[in-house]
C-alpha cells in the first residue's frame, strides 16, 4: 500500500463495483490505496494519533463506529 494492486485484482475476481464499495482501515496508507482504487467509502477506524485522514470519507475511534456509520449512511 498505497499501491490499489490488491485491491484491483480481488475486484476483478469478485467482480465488485468498488464506487459502491466500502474499506475500512487503521493506516493513510490504507485511505489512499482505497481512494487510487476508486473505493466509494473509505473509514478511517483508530488510526494512531495524528495519522492524517485526507483520503478518508469518515475518521473515528474505531471498527465498532465505522460499523455504525456504514448502517446509519450504506
Known amino acids: 500500500k498505497p499501491e490499489p494492486g490488491m485491491?484491483?485484482?480481488a475486484a476483478a475476481m469478485l467482480n465488485?463495483?468498488?464506487a459502491a464499495s466500502a474499506?475500512?482501515?487503521d493506516r493513510?496508507?490504507?485511505m489512499a490505496?482505497?481512494?487510487a482504487a476508486?473505493?466509494?467509502e473509505r473509514l478511517l477506524a483508530g488510526a494512531a494519533a495524528g495519522e492524517?485522514?485526507?483520503?478518508?470519507?469518515w475518521s473515528g475511534p474505531g471498527l465498532t463506529e465505522a460499523l455504525a456509520?456504514?448502517?446509519r449512511h450504506g
Open 7 to 9: 485491491i484491483l485484482h
Open 16 to 18: 465488485l463495483d468498488l
Open 23 to 25: 474499506m475500512v482501515g
Open 28 to 30: 493513510a496508507t490504507d
Open 33 to 35: 490505496a482505497a481512494a
Open 38 to 40: 476508486g473505493i466509494g
Open 52 to 57: 492524517p485522514a485526507d483520503n478518508a470519507t
Open 69 to 71: 456509520h456504514l448502517r
